[in-house]
Structure formats: C-alpha cells, structure tokens
C-alpha cells in the first residue's frame, strides 16, 4: 500500500513549504492538491493557484510524487496546460502524477460565464481534454507540430519543446465512476482515482465502492489489459468520516481499502476548521503508525 496527502493551496508560500517538506520527510510516498479556482465552503477563503504551487513543492522536495486531485478541464485548454505539466514536469525530475476529471458543476463551471453542460457533455469533454493531453505529453522535440480539431478544442502545429520528463508521458490517474469514465480509464489512465459515490457514508460506501472496483475490472478486461496495470488509488475521506478522526477511523479505512485491492490511498492534511477538522498530531501519529521512513 502507498500512501498520499492532500495539501489544499490556501497557505501563504513558507508555510505551504513546511507542509510540503514534512509530507515527504514523513514518509508519504505522493501530496497533492487540488485543482480549482476556487471551492466550496472556501470559496471567500485564500485559494492559490495549482500550477506555481506544484513548481515551488518541485524545488522544495527531493522524492515524493506531487500531483493534481484533479485536473478540470473547467478552465483549461490542453496546449498551454501541456506546457505548463511539461515544465513542472522537468523542474521536479520526472516527479509529476497528473489526476485528470471530468470537471465539477460548481464555481468553477460558471466562474468564466461558460454555459453550463449536461453530464453527458462534460463527459465528452473530459475525453477530448485526455486524448489532446496525451498526444501533446508524449511530442519530443523535433517532430513536427501537434494539430487537433475536435469539438471543444482545437491546435494548430503546437509544439512541446524538448522530451518527456518521463518515458513515455507523465502517468495519468483518471478520476471515474461512471461505466463510460471507467472506460476511458482502461483506455488511457495509468491510474483510476475515487472518491466513491456520493451522498452514502459507512458500510454502504463501502459497499458501493467495492462495486466500482468490480466495474473497473470488467472495464479492463473487456479493453484487454491486465488488472493489475491500473494502480487504484481511494479517498478515505469520502466516506463520512475523516479518517483523521480517530486513530481507529485511519486503520480501518486504510484496512478496508486494502481488502479491496486498492494500491494507494489518499487523506487530507487537516484544517483548524471543517472540512478535514483534525490535528497535526494526529497526522504525525498515522504516519507512525503507516508510513515507513524513508
């Protein structure tokens, strides 16, 4: 089992630094944070963006993996976003683990005035932003440009400067629930990251995500790959309870997820107010308890 923290973008750069540093110096083998204009109930709090915050933890770090919890094609256009992965890419010696989703309904699906979509649009959108992505994240230097014309997003002789950080792209760890976003896992992810279903909590979300693993495996074995070539990552705070709670609410989610087959699981750095309420103790004594030194 591996395991991985959230870093949400809310802390003025030295104590962003402190938490990004003790993430690996803990022992936590990714930290990421998520991708937004802004969210939720922190909307009228500080919120910074995703990009520099990735480079500045890139110089800050030596080992962990860092990443996006998730990538929304909400404001996004695959050319310039290539550029900037690419970047923090190579900044962070091949480091970088891109979480890509289908984009959520909140601030940021209105923020720019766009219209809103239904389910089925922002589904098609998300696989045109991840098929776009992935031939622009695998161009080296030297052949030719990049052009797409697709619905929502179009290039003309784009160019990616230089080779891939990492052989032969950044891994891709797609976020689904659906049959078709499964689909698209088995397709083009390297990873598949849940939060699980929405609005259960307790044993029926266990349940139910028990159910969502089962569907990846039928995913990948109808696109003829082996199981064992996605890793799956699980949010153990999406359950209603977070797992920093309690000592028992961490081992047991931690137990359960390894039960079903989950390789990774990712927790939330906690706050001093909800959501993700909890102590810095309570971090350090999970990492105790989980994480071996490296």
Aim: negative net charge.
């Amino acid at each position: 089992m591996r395991f991985g923290v959230v870093i949400l973008p809310q802390y003025p750069w030295p104590e962003a630094r402190r938490r990004w540093r003790k993430a690996e110096d803990l022992g936590f083998d990714h930290a990421w944070t998520y991708d937004h204009l802004s969210w939720r109930t922190l909307a009228d709090q500080p919120w910074g963006a995703t990009i520099p915050l990735l480079t500045a933890a890139a110089t800050a770090t030596e080992r962990i993996s860092l990443g996006t919890f998730v990538t929304s094609p909400n404001f996004r256009h695959p050319v310039p976003f290539a550029k900037d992965l690419a970047g923090v890419d190579e900044i962070s010696g091949g480091r970088l683990v891109l979480g890509i989703g289908s984009g959520g309904t909140g601030f940021d699906a209105f923020v720019l005035g766009q219209p809103e979509l239904t389910p089925r649009e922002r589904h098609e959108r998300f696989v045109e932003f991840t098929r776009d992505l992935d031939v622009l994240l695998r161009f080296e230097d030297g052949s030719g440009g990049i052009s797409f014309d697709g619905p929502r997003y179009r290039a003309v002789d784009a160019r990616m400067v230089g080779a891939p950080a990492q052989s032969p792209r950044m891994p891709f760890v797609l976020a689904a629930n659906g049959p078709k976003g499964l689909r698209l896992v088995a397709e083009q992810g390297q990873g598949w990251v849940t939060t699980g279903p929405d609005g259960d909590g307790g044993d029926p979300w266990w349940s139910r995500v028990a159910e969502l693993s089962q569907r990846l495996d039928d995913a990948l074995d109808t696109a003829g790959r082996e199981r064992g070539t996605v890793d799956r990552y699980l949010s153990i705070d999406s359950g209603g309870t977070y797992s920093l709670s309690s000592p028992g609410a961490a081992d047991d989610a931690v137990g359960r997820a390894a039960e079903l087959g989950f390789t990774d699981v990712i927790l939330h750095w906690p706050r001093t107010g909800e959501p993700y309420a909890g102590t810095e103790e309570a971090l350090d004594a999970f990492a105790e308890r989980h994480l071996p030194r490296r």
